[in-house]
Nanobody, 122 residues
Framework: QLVESGGGSVQAGGALRLSCAAS????????MAWFRQAPGTEREAVAT???????DYADSVKGRFTISRDNAKNTVYLQMNSLKPEDTAIYYC???????????????????WGQGTQVTVS
């Protein structure tokens, strides 16, 4: 089970921090990711962090968003700075045991999903 928190409404240029608490067996071996989906669009990967702490980001958020994980707390975070209206979407936390780096950006590679949290930037 994944439970997100921290979404909300913010003005352009503002910041939000999303958290995802995981209750899954052997959390530390799972790749963790944040995806987002805006109305009428496909779900897209925003940021990933693998079991070694390596991170990857969508080009649209590089330099503005930071993903991190705390294995002691079974929690993954997404710090979002300099938010833009185009960042408005439902943000989902995902977890999966993924061996291929190229698969980390693919939604179907993830077994566990949170319920999503709304982020609105105006």
């Amino acid at each position: 089970q994944l439970v997100e928190s921290g979404g909300g409404s913010v003005q352009a240029g503002g910041a939000l921090r999303l958290s995802c608490a995981a209750s899954i067996f052997r959390y530390s071996i799972h790749c963790m990711a944040w995806f987002r989906q805006a109305p009428g669009t496909e779900r897209e990967a925003v940021a990933t962090v693998d079991t070694y702490g390596n991170t990857d980001y969508a080009d649209s958020v590089k330099g503005r968003f930071t993903i991190s994980r705390d294995n002691a707390k079974n929690t993954v975070y997404l710090q979002m700075n300099s938010l833009k209206p185009e960042d408005t979407a439902i943000y989902y936390c995902a977890a999966g045991v993924i061996n291929s780096v190229s698969s980390q950006l693919v939604p179907t590679a993830y077994k566990y999903w949170g319920q999503g949290t709304q982020v609105t930037v105006s």
